[in-house]
């Protein structure tokens, strides 16, 4: 079964950096849509960056050019590279994927990597 592994998370100060990845098994991610969200405690889950079944590119407005979405298919990962972190930047982030148009909605999630930023 398709299972979405992330990695990467851990405590930093603001104004620090973290890159996330996500390692598929059983999954392809230039096959569709696929790309990071994130929840913090008591929040609606949002979505950070995605890369669509075409290769275009969105970004949440939040990130304001801060973040940087990125894949490497020759290890099939998905990355999140996350500069000038604020401490409203700190949840849980959770790669996922689906293997058609992003409106479609995703069907894989990974269980997430905890990003906690202090101030």
């Known amino acids: 079964q398709v299972q979405l592994v992330e990695s990467g998370g851990g405590s930093v100060q603001a104004g620090g950096s973290l890159r996330l990845s996500c390692t598929a098994s059983?999954?392809?991610?230039?096959?569709?849509?696929r790309g990071w969200f994130r929840q913090a405690p008591g929040k609606e889950r949002e979505e950070v960056a995605t890369?669509?079944?075409?290769?275009?590119?969105k970004y949440a407005s939040f990130v304001k050019g801060r973040f940087t979405i990125a894949q490497d298919s020759t290890r099939n990962s998905l990355y999140l590279q996350m500069n000038n972190l604020k401490p409203d930047d700190t949840a849980m982030y959770y790669c996922?994927?689906?293997?058609?148009?992003?409106?479609?909605?995703?069907?894989?999630w990974g269980k997430g990597t905890l990003v906690t930023i202090s101030t």
């Open positions: 890369f669509d079944k075409d290769g275009s590119t």
């Open positions: 059983d999954y392809t991610f230039r096959s569709g849509c």
């Open positions: 996922a994927a689906v293997a058609t148009w992003c409106s479609f909605g995703m069907s894989h």
